[in-house]
């Protein structure tokens, strides 16, 4: 498997499995996730799949998750 960092290509990894929400418009205006083999997370711009992936933790994306199940940050839109 190809090293996964903060800021790789978001197209390096072939072998990871990119989805998006069923919500996101046709004009390709929403971000991308793909899960990784430690249980963390990848997320990039569907826009520029190439672009820079931001990589998370299993602890960072739950955390992150369990704030907006909690409505934390419903502020934002």
Do not use: H
Request: proline share 5%.
């Amino acid at each position: 498997m190809t090293e996964i960092y903060n800021g790789m290509p978001g197209d390096s990894n072939t072998e990871l499995s990119w989805r998006k929400s069923q919500r996101s418009g046709p004009q390709g205006n929403c971000v991308e996730v793909a899960k990784l083999p430690d249980g963390g997370v990848a997320v990039r711009n569907s826009r520029f799949a190439g672009g820079p992936a931001l990589v998370f933790t299993k602890a960072e994306i739950e955390a992150f998750l369990g704030g907006v199940q909690d409505g934390e940050f419903n502020y934002l839109v």
